[in-house]
């Protein structure tokens, strides 16, 4: 079974510029989130997904984040303009219903805000 | 915040030791998890605790959980070189989100 796929791995950009993660999850999971894990933290969550829908996004930062789940299956998450604090490892995750929410993660991309 | 604390954040051992961390939370659960993070890497489910529960054994773990005192302990018996990593509690409420501690730094040494 193929895992939960994200690109880049890496990311260098400049403050105030824009940039975009992609992330593919576990075929059948319906559920999908986003996390952010700064350096030294654990994830914290920024949007969940339940097929295309979104569930959660109470953490986002609106101003600058968004993402989509077009179709339910792939997923983007943007930040525009990107601030210095942003530099993070964004994760995906996805979990199949009714599974006490186990969660399978991607390699993340890590991004650096210079 | 609602994040869970978890001690102690780094943790040093001989390889065959056995290495215990712990996870306290704030808020009412459904259950408990825990995932290992190798470095550069994404997080790995290891185990999961319901609330109604209050030990399980998977392997050379075995988590323990008290929902009185809002604490998990999560025990890697004869450790290796190979469990060198990040361990993080995940505690789930009603819906799908879960709620990550801060992590435990393992460092087993060989």
């Known amino acids: 079974e193929a895992g939960v796929a994200q690109s880049p791995r890496y990311k260098i950009i400049e403050k105030r510029q824009s940039v975009a993660f992609w992330c593919n999850p576990i075929?059948?999971?319906?559920?999908l989130y986003w996390y952010q894990q700064i350096l030294g933290q654990g994830p914290k969550l920024l949007i969940q997904?339940?097929?295309?829908?979104?569930?959660?996004d109470s953490q986002l930062p609106k101003d600058r984040f968004s993402a989509e789940r077009l179709k339910g299956v792939d997923s983007t998450l943007k930040i525009q303009p990107a601030k210095l604090e942003d530099s993070a490892v964004y994760l995906c995750?996805?979990?199949?219903?009714?599974?006490?929410?186990?969660?399978?993660f991607g390699a993340g991309t890590r991004l650096s805000v210079l | 915040s609602q994040q869970g604390e978890e001690d102690p954040q780094a943790l040093s051992i001989q390889e065959g030791e056995n290495a215990t961390m712990n996870c306290s939370y704030k808020?009412?659960?459904?259950?408990l998890q825990w995932y290992r993070q190798n470095s550069g890497r994404g997080l790995v489910h290891l185990i999961l605790?319901?609330?109604?529960?209050r030990e399980k054994h998977s392997g050379r773990l075995r988590v323990t959980l008290d929902t009185s005192k809002k604490s998990s302990s999560l025990l890697i018996t004869a450790s290796r070189a190979a469990d060198t990593a990040s361990y993080f509690c995940?505690?789930?409420?009603?819906?799908?989100?879960?709620?990550f501690g801060t992590g435990t730094l393992l460092a087993v040494q060989p």
């Open positions: 995940a505690f789930g409420g009603a819906t799908n989100k879960l709620i």
């Open positions: 997904f339940q097929n295309n829908g979104v569930v959660d």
């Open positions: 605790i319901r609330s109604n529960e």
């Open positions: 995750a996805s979990s199949l219903r009714g599974t006490k929410n186990i969660q399978y």
């Open positions: 808020t009412s659960i459904n259950n």
């Open positions: 075929s059948g999971h319906a559920t």
